[in-house]
């Protein structure tokens, strides 16, 4: 395991050091005060403590500095895999805990319980393996959340083995201390119905928690979408955890306008060419120019930048100058292709892939619903080779 652990290590993190950089190509500008604006909304909404959930680098806009921006405004943070919660730690976060919302599997507790992260524990079984490792390595109990599977179906105990016996197993073991009990929403921004059901049944299984010698200190089930769409949130739990709407994107559109968006995604313009009637434009040719003369801007910025290549031929518009500019043909690798006729636009020029640029707005929910993909998805695929700068919070 370590051999393989050093290996990994060395593939996808090995930094070279190197003396010259050169100039921003394709960046995010992300607004930190606004991601604090948003944790505020969605304390006040929920009426509960908050886990900030900056999983996948914090839904691709920086872990770390995101973490730095939300502490003190967030009770934990939840991450998705070990190694993201180890780079929250060695980036300086030592005093907020750390939930790992994902399971674990077997070779990853030592680490677990070495470094204080919490796990969700989803079985007896699992609860008394991480018992005895904490017995080994622990002075103090070692906390753990139980997951209770109410309809997601990926973890958890499920509602029929939550019981007498389960219940009563896991108040026995000495040297855990179950801190919290918790469950997920799979459809709060799709069924109404569904989730109040769902609300309801997670107040009954604590009730029987209780009733059987375990009280935990935390209960959560609500999302973004569950705490933008559910004011009854906080009558079955005292903490959410909110991802998406904490970077300005709500999944309930209604419920946009509580949120500041977070990330401006910008490129430069690299060249403008004018292109005669009947030019094709990119791969396939999909798009061939119709008026006399077309200015076309190329710009710096393609699918390996996360740029979904699904949004070719899908009416996709890009902000050069304060107008909205329609995308020309398919997205390529590095570089795409934009209709600037009748815009004084030059090389060198600014273009917002997503965000605002003077009065003009594309939001992520936007460029999702072209792409034919949902918002998480976007955020969290813009690649390594768009550099994060950060707007003083
Ligand atoms: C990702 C995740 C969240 C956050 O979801 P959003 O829809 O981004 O708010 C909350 N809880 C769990 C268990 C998750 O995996």
Redesign the pocket.
């Known amino acids: 395991m370590e051999r393989r652990r050093r290996a990994g290590a060395l593939d996808s993190r090995h930094a070279v050091k190197r003396s010259e950089q050169a100039p921003l190509r394709c960046w995010a500008e992300i607004d930190l005060a606004a991601i604090q604006h948003n944790a505020r909304v969605a304390t006040r909404t929920s009426r509960c403590g908050i886990?900030g959930?900056i999983?996948a680098n914090a839904?691709g806009l920086g872990a770390v500095p995101v973490a730095r921006a939300l502490s003190g405004l967030v009770e934990m943070f939840?991450v998705?895999t070990l190694d993201e919660a180890l780079e929250l730690r060695a980036g300086g976060i030592r005093t907020t805990p750390i939930l790992l919302?994902?399971a674990r599997v077997p070779e990853e507790r030592e680490l677990v319980v070495r470094n204080g992260f919490v796990p969700?524990i989803s079985s007896v079984p699992e609860a008394k393996a991480w018992d005895a490792l904490a017995a080994k390595r622990c002075k103090s109990l070692f906390p753990v959340h139980v997951d209770i599977d109410t309809g997601m179906g990926r973890m958890g105990f499920t509602e029929g083995d939550w019981n007498a016996r389960t219940i009563r197993a896991l108040a026995a073991l000495k040297n855990l201390r179950i801190e919290g009990i918790?469950s997920?929403f799979p459809s709060a921004d799709e069924d109404q119905r569904f989730t109040r059901r769902q609300m309801r049944r997670f107040g009954l299984l604590q009730m029987l928690a209780v009733e059987h010698g375990l009280a935990p200190r935390m209960a959560h089930i609500g999302?973004?979408?569950?705490?933008l769409s559910s004011p009854e949130l906080h009558t079955v739990s005292n903490f959410a955890?909110?991802?998406?709407?904490?970077f300005g994107v709500s999944?309930i559109a209604a419920r946009q306008h509580l949120l500041k968006p977070a990330l401006t995604w910008k490129t430069h313009i690299t060249l403008v060419r004018e292109l005669p009637r009947g030019s094709s434009i990119s791969y396939g040719r999909t798009f061939v120019t119709k008026k006399p003369a077309t200015r076309v801007a190329t710009l710096a910025a393609g699918y390996a930048d996360g740029y979904p290549r699904a949004l070719s031929g899908r009416r996709a518009d890009i902000l050069i100058r304060g107008r909205r500019c329609a995308l020309l043909g398919r997205v390529t690798m590095d570089q795409i292709m934009v209709d600037v006729t009748g815009v004084p636009a030059k090389a060198g020029d600014e273009a917002v892939l997503i965000g605002s640029q003077g009065r003009e707005h594309i939001s992520v929910a936007e460029v999702a619903a072209k792409a034919g993909t949902i918002p998480?998805e976007i955020l969290t695929r813009i690649s390594r080779r768009v550099t994060r700068t950060y707007l003083p919070s």
């Open positions: 886990i959930v999983k839904y939840g998705a919302l994902g969700c918790a997920h999302n973004s979408a569950g705490i955890r909110p991802g998406l709407m904490l999944p998480w």
